[in-house]
């Protein structure tokens, strides 16, 4: 079956945006439909032999296709080389992201990064979609 990039698209943000393994989100392959969970408590429940169904797959975090604090480095790597020690000093603690965000809004760069961050995201959620056999419509 035919799945819509968006809906991936949406499954791999409601995972992305919270803590890795906070959030879950499986697609079934063959019927195109994609299941919720979170920690949190505030979605449903994943039936059981959704998991163990070979036509079912977990989307993944960020973090998990290397778009975490990498990403970050590569940015301020092309970017800001002056602020490379910088930022990897700011993500040694707690609240790293908004001090980042900060730093990029003084420089001009926030939609940049925000560019940056999608356009990175896409390419890896669409290699992702094809390592996995998961045929997608735009």
């Known amino acids: 079956m035919d799945i819509k990039f968006g809906e991936i698209e949406d499954a ?6 919270a803590p890795i393994y906070t959030n879950h989100a499986i697609l079934c392959k063959k019927t195109g439909e994609v299941y919720y ?3 949190y408590g ?4 994943i039936p059981e032999e959704i998991y163990e169904n070979d036509d079912c797959i977990e989307i993944p975090h960020k973090n998990e296709l ?11 790597e092309k970017n800001l080389p002056e602020k490379y020690e910088y930022v ?3 993500f040694r603690k707690s609240g790293a992201y908004g001090r980042y965000k ?7 760069l926030l939609q940049k990064w925000y560019d940056f961050e ?13 390592e996995n056999e998961i045929k997608l419509i735009d």
Do not use: I
């Not at 290397?66 to 301020?76: A, H, K, R």
């Not at 900060?102 to 001009?108: F, P, T, V, Y």
């Open 12 to 17: 791999f943000f409601f995972v992305s945006m």
């Open 37 to 39: 969970s979170s920690e």
């Open 42 to 45: 505030d979605s449903d429940e």
């Open 66 to 76: 290397d778009l975490g604090t990498n990403l970050v480095f590569e940015f301020v």
């Open 88 to 90: 990897r000093n700011m």
């Open 102 to 108: 900060h730093l990029l809004e003084e420089c001009d």
């Open 118 to 130: 999608r356009e990175k995201q896409t390419k890896a959620l669409r290699e992702w979609c094809k």
